[in-house]
């Protein structure tokens, strides 16, 4: 079965084209990993399932619903999150109030519930409490919950822009890059919450990453782009054994 699906999406910026009729099928329940050189569109790929970015032809439909010109918040409510390169967190705040921020979408009560905070509002607001806490515990964040995100080490703030995704209780999660800039011992905690997302958590993950050891090692299937275009698809060993994919990185003799 074909959960997320990316149909020939071509995306343009004036004359210059980003993807270049790309086609994904992205299956439920497994590590799904984009990758490709520099430049390559992986990113731009995100930006097009997340709703960020509009492609200018093709078609990208999760679970029966059509994304192609969704608005991030759309892509939200409809159980895709995304966890960005570029950190995207409110540093000046807490831990913990940057995940409850993250629950916005689920405070379903009016102004006047808000006010009186009896009743409706209080109850869901001590539900999405939670759950924070819950994804606080998971992400092993017990430590940190109430100090300011911008005085947290670099690979502790990555790990929390990755629980601020998942607060949204995703059912597809979009990581982009989520091991750049990290040391050997912050990628082996990092690669050790993706797998436990899918594993324990049955959260559909799709991965940009530049690391190909670890790419190798948890992805269930690999696409590879090149110049925007789609040059191979598989598993890791198809991937691994692919001529196109080979010259992409390494070149011809």
């Given amino acids: 079965m074909t959960y997320l699906t990316v149909s020939d999406v071509t995306l343009s910026f004036g004359g210059l084209k980003a993807l270049s009729n790309v086609t994904l099928k992205i299956q439920p329940n497994l590590i799904t990993s984009i990758i490709g050189p520099n430049g390559a569109g992986k990113t731009s790929m995100l930006n097009c399932v997340s709703g960020f970015y509009h492609p200018s032809s093709g078609e990208i439909h999760f679970g029966g619903q059509r994304l192609t010109h969704a608005s991030p918040h759309q892509v939200s409510k409809m159980g895709i999150a995304r966890a960005f390169q570029n950190l995207e967190l409110f540093r000046g705040l807490s831990v913990l109030d940057n995940l409850l921020l993250a629950r916005h979408k689920d405070l379903k009560y009016n102004f006047l519930q808000a006010v009186v905070y009896v009743g409706k509002a209080s109850r869901i607001e001590a539900e999405n409490r939670q759950y924070v806490e819950e994804v606080i515990d998971f992400m092993e964040l017990e430590p940190y919950r109430k100090r300011l995100v911008g005085n947290l080490s670099y690979g502790v703030q990555k790990r929390v822009e990755v629980a601020r995704a998942l607060t949204l209780s995703p059912k597809v999660l979009l990581l982009d890059e989520p091991m750049a800039g990290m040391n050997i ?17 049955n959260i559909t993950v799709v991965l940009v990453e530049h690391d190909l050891g670890v790419v190798m090692d948890i992805s269930n299937q690999i696409y590879v782009l090149d110049f925007g275009e789609l040059i191979g698809s598989g598993t890791p060993e198809e991937v691994a054994s692919n001529p196109k994919v080979i010259e992409a990185y390494i070149g011809e003799e």
């Fill in 185 to 201: 011992e912050e990628k082996e905690d990092i690669v050790r919450f993706i797998m436990d997302i899918q594993n324990e958590r």
